[in-house]
């Protein structure tokens, strides 16, 4: 049977990132997708796909991709000159809601420019507030993009940005104090935490390895967050090799020979995605 499928697209190139909207039906919701850390120092190819476009495009959900040239963590100009003609030309009042989304140094991009789109929901894996040294001093991650961009400027502090959201979903390992201090500073009269404990960091990567990543985005969209059966990923995550090398770690594992003993023996009889 032959389906034919329409949408309308729209570009914004500013000197810095390339914004690509692929509208299918108005009225409906908008995601909006901020990239993570990509290859080290190494410009990126604006006509890539942004990051979950290619599900997003299958399931024809209305979307708009924000694409840096580099890892500039969103810092740079025109970006929010961009947003401000989505604005003004009345591109964003054609949605019922928008939803920004991302992890890492796209869940920073999915808060702190979640008041500028009028975002009703965020949802924010890993999520980083700011890499400023004065409001975050335990951050000892990402120092060269802390020293390498203002961090003074507007929207430095993604905290404060996503207090006018509807609702604010964390994705984080809360026993990943680096991860968690970020989780802490945020308003806590929207935010919705949905823990993942001893995956660390990356967790739309375990996601996606665990086949959740598609299913937990298909509830985004459909505003059902909340009836996302997230005890599975709990359940699963012992499928993966990051589970078990966090684990082993934890200091009462590594106290323990009893523990140490069944975490390793429960390592070497499962099969584990990434070891």
């Given amino acids: 049977m032959l389906q034919i499928s329409k949408s309308e697209n729209l570009v914004i190139q500013t000197g810095f990132y390339t914004l690509e ?7 409906g ?3 909006v997708t901020f990239e993570h850390l990509r290859g080290q120092g190494r410009a990126q190819h604006r006509l890539r796909s942004g990051w979950m476009v290619n599900y997003l495009r299958t399931k024809r959900v209305s979307h708009l ?7 500039d963590w969103y810092r740079r100009q025109g970006l929010t ?38 975002a009703d929901t965020v949802v924010a894996f890993n999520p ?13 991650r990402f120092q060269n993009y802390a020293t390498n961009f203002d961090w003074d400027g507007p929207f430095h502090d993604a905290a404060k940005e996503c207090a006018s959201a509807r609702q604010v979903y964390a994705v984080v390992d809360r026993c990943y104090d ?11 009269h929207n935010l919705h935490v949905l823990n993942a404990p001893f995956l660390q960091h990356q967790l739309p990567l375990y996601l996606h390895w665990l ?48 523990f140490s003993g069944i975490v390793r023996r429960f390592k070497q009889e499962s099969p584990l995605m990434g070891s």
């Fill in 29 to 31: 919701p908008l995601v």
């Fill in 178 to 188: 680096l991860d968690w201090k970020h989780v802490a500073r945020m308003p806590s």
């Fill in 81 to 118: 000159e961009a947003f401000q003609y989505l604005k003004d030309s009345g591109f964003l009042d054609r949605f019922a809601r928008v939803i920004t989304c991302g992890g890492s140094m796209g869940g920073y991009g999915a808060l702190a420019y979640s008041g500028m789109l009028d």
């Fill in 211 to 258: 086949g959740l990543l598609e299913p937990f985005f298909d509830n985004m969209v459909q505003g059902r967050i909340e009836t996302m059966p997230f005890n599975k990923v709990l359940r699963d995550r012992r499928e993966l090799a990051q589970y078990f090398n966090v684990l082993e770690n934890a200091p009462r594992v590594r106290s323990s020979p009893v």
């Fill in 21 to 27: 909207a692929f509208v299918y039906d108005d009225g």
């Fill in 128 to 140: 980083l507030t700011t890499l400023n040294s004065r409001l975050v001093p335990w951050e000892t």
């Fill in 65 to 71: 991709a924000v694409k840096p040239g580099r890892n």
